[in-house]
Every structure is written in structure tokens, then in C-alpha cells.
Nanobody, 115 residues
Framework: QVQLVESGGGLVQPGGSLRLSCAASGIIFSINAMGWYRQAPGKERELVADQSMVGSTNYADSVKGRFTISRDNALNTVYLQMDSLKPEDTAVYYC?????????WGQGTQVTVSS
């Protein structure tokens, strides 16, 4: 099985930046896709960004131009660089992986954007 551990969340002021990391561990040959979802209070979980093994990326419209996803395939790690953060970015961010036709989720890391 795959275990996902997120890190890098915290409190930041509007306009600030955070970098999230997610490392996958376990018996792994490769992970087909990794990405980030988030869930804000009162809202459904939504895709933020994901990236395939070959580098294809997908972003939510709300974060395009501000967030950047990257991936280190050798380390089975995915990153989310978040710039120009807004209060509406406040949410629990979840790492996601798709591996051998199965979905895996991290436990989430809190990102709070507030003055």
C-alpha cells in the first residue's frame, strides 16, 4: 500500500506564500499521478492541481497563475508552491496519489490565510 504524508501547511498573511510537500512511502514501483485537493469549511473537496508521471498538469481555475505543482518521480514526492495567497485559499489540503488503479489520500494539512 501507499502512505502519503503532507507537510508545509500553516498560517500565512494574504499575499504570502507557502510550499506544500507530499512524500509517498511503501512498496512502490512508480505512481501514475499525484496531486492536491482541498476542502474549505462548508464546501466540497475540490481538485487544486495534479500532475501525471510524464508531467502533464491540471489546475483549478481559481489557482491558475498563483500555484505551481511539481513532482520528483525519483523521490515519489509532489510539491505545491502557493503564491499570492488569498483568504479564500484557506482549507485543508490533501495529497492524492493514483497507483496501480487505486486512490490514496493523505490526512491533510491546514492552510490558513488571514491577517
Amino acid at each position: 500500500q501507499v502512505q502519503l504524508v503532507e507537510s508545509g501547511g500553516g498560517l500565512v498573511q494574504p499575499g504570502g506564500s507557502l510550499r506544500l510537500s507530499c512524500a509517498a512511502s511503501g512498496i512502490i514501483f512508480s505512481i501514475n499521478a499525484m496531486g492536491w485537493y482541498r476542502q474549505a469549511p462548508g464546501k466540497e473537496r475540490e481538485l487544486v492541481a495534479d500532475q501525471s508521471m510524464v508531467g502533464s498538469t491540471n489546475y483549478a481555475d481559481s489557482v491558475k497563475g498563483r500555484f505551481t505543482i511539481s513532482r520528483d518521480n525519483a523521490l515519489n514526492t509532489v510539491y505545491l508552491q502557493m503564491d499570492s495567497l488569498k483568504p479564500e485559499d484557506t482549507a485543508v489540503y490533501y495529497c492524492h496519489a493514483f497507483h496501480r488503479l487505486k486512490n490514496y489520500w493523505g490526512q491533510g494539512t491546514q492552510v490558513t490565510v488571514s491577517s
